[in-house]
């Protein structure tokens, strides 16, 4: 089993739809979760991060935990073509929040559709 | 401005070559960090550092090396142990804030190919 799993997809949706993008965790202990937007050829770039369960909102994006099934999700309301990217999810172990280590999932490509 | 900065943007390798990866930032960060991606995969850790003249071996640190003489520079070498050393490799680095949520900046990529 993979320590951070995603749907690699590709996940279509329309214009203006939410996409909702979701990634499982492995480790129970795991600390602080991260998701980041990753477009073609390009280093990726924080979206959000999350560590208590429950949700947490940025304009557009919200991330949601829930640590009792081990399963982090991001939505994204009113999507548009330029939300089309690969987002990437990525877990801090147990032991590592000092170090910074982070364990990413395999990411899911989004294509929004105008 | 502070950033992260990665050359060359791309590398060719001959067989049984040594290729040394260039990564400098000028953010002031004291951990530094080196993942390779291959195509449709997530990043994997090869080399981390927190400290100059200190560095811990990540999940994928065979065929690599790495150094870090200074705090501004953590250059990766690609030996000829590493067989396929075909990816995209990510160099990072992180503030020292103590928070579990400080975030990663990255640099723009160094995208590597066997000749």
């Known amino acids: 089993q993979k320590e951070v799993e995603q749907n690699s997809g590709p996940l279509s949706v329309p214009e203006g739809a939410i996409a909702s993008l979701n990634c499982t965790y492995s480790?129970?202990?795991?600390?602080?979760f991260f998701w980041y937007r990753q477009y073609s050829g390009k280093s990726p770039e924080l979206i959000m991060f999350?560590?208590?369960?429950g949700d947490k909102e940025d304009g557009r994006f919200t991330a949601q935990l829930n640590k009792a099934s081990q399963y982090v999700s991001l939505l994204i309301r009113d999507s548009q073509p330029s939300d089309s990217a690969t987002y990437l999810c990525?877990?801090?172990?147990?032991?590592?929040?000092?170090?910074?280590?982070?364990?990413f999932g395999q990411g899911t490509t989004l294509q929004v559709k105008p | 401005d502070g950033g992260i900065t990665q050359s060359p943007k791309y590398l060719f390798r001959k067989e049984g070559q040594n290729v040394t990866l260039s990564c400098e930032q000028n953010?002031?960060?004291?951990?530094m960090y080196w993942y390779r991606q291959d195509p449709g995969q997530g990043l994997r850790l090869i080399y981390y550092?927190?400290?100059?003249?200190?560095?811990q071996k990540g999940d994928i640190a065979e065929g690599y090396s790495v150094s870090r003489e200074k705090k501004e520079s953590f250059p990766l070498t690609v030996t000829s142990a590493q067989k396929n050393p075909t990816a995209f490799y990510l160099c990072?680095?992180?503030?020292?804030?103590?928070?579990?949520?400080?975030?990663?900046?990255f640099g723009s990529g160094t995208q590597l190919s066997v000749l």
């Open positions: 953010l002031n960060h004291d951990a």
């Open positions: 999350i560590y208590s369960n």
């Open positions: 990525a877990v801090t172990p147990p032991g590592s929040s000092n170090t910074g280590k982070l364990i």
């Open positions: 990072a680095s992180r503030g020292s804030s103590g928070k579990t949520n400080e975030k990663l900046f």
């Open positions: 550092s927190q400290i100059v003249n200190d560095f």
């Open positions: 480790d129970r202990g795991s600390q602080s």
